[in-house]
């Protein structure tokens, strides 16, 4: 799923995006609907287990806010 034009705004994603990035001290580009990760592997790949979940969450209905990604994200880096 593109959870990331699905976050209320541009200002709200990047705000996700650059938590996101200092959680898991990565690097998060986005391209249109194109998301890139730069970083350690093992980090990439649990950056993308967010991501996927996120999208997951969107698709099924569930309206985002800054607050749900920041804690979905903890709560998912807890169990990666």
């Known amino acids: 799923g593109d959870w990331s034009s699905d976050v209320c705004s541009s200002d709200l994603r990047d705000a996700n995006l650059k938590y996101i990035e200092s959680l898991l001290h990565v690097q998060i580009r986005t391209h249109g609907s194109d998301i890139s990760i730069d ?16 999208g997951d969450l969107v698709a099924e209905g569930y309206p985002l806010s800054s607050g749900d990604v920041k804690t979905a994200a903890q709560l998912l880096l807890e169990l990666i």
Do not use: S
């Not at 970083?39 to 996120?54: H, M, N, S, V, Y």
């Open 39 to 54: 970083g350690d592997p093992k980090d990439e790949l649990r950056a993308q287990t967010i991501f996927k979940q996120l």
